[in-house]
């Protein structure tokens, strides 16, 4: 990929545009190393209400309110069949990974799921009082 501007430094520079009167801040830092989303979540931790990671697919488990009043999560997951990889069918998928040539993906039917968060945040403050993950089956 060609190189990008600094995602820390451009989250400091868009917050600084955001009026003071506004107090609930949602970031969504959609990004493929959960090492990066980690380290953007304690960077905007007390910035931010929420920090989501996006992009795997795969919800993780580590929702957790940070120690100055942002909530996080590595990854929130997808909303799609989950008898899948990441959504594809799991066939070509697999194809591909065992003999190393292209396959065509094709979109998993069936056992569709969304993942989200339920997050509370004190209105007059900014903070996040927890995080909760949710997955709904869609039937």
Do not use: C
């Amino acid at each position: 990929m060609t190189p990008i501007e600094d995602p820390f430094r451009t989250a400091t520079r868009e917050l600084a545009k955001i009026p003071h009167d506004i107090k609930v801040i949602f970031v969504d830092m959609h990004a493929e190393a959960t090492s990066e989303k980690q380290a953007m979540g304690w960077y905007l931790d007390g910035k931010v209400s929420v920090v989501v990671g996006t992009h795997t697919h795969v919800a993780t488990a580590d929702n957790h309110v940070l120690p100055y009043g942002t909530a996080y999560i590595t990854d929130v997951g997808m909303t799609g069949p989950h008898d899948s990889v990441i959504g594809m069918d799991k066939k070509g998928v697999l194809q591909r990974f065992l003999d190393a040539m292209p396959a065509r993906f094709v979109v998993a039917e069936g056992d569709i799921q969304m993942n989200a968060v339920l997050v509370d945040v004190d209105e007059s403050t900014g903070r996040a009082r927890s995080i909760d993950r949710l997955n709904f089956r869609i039937d």
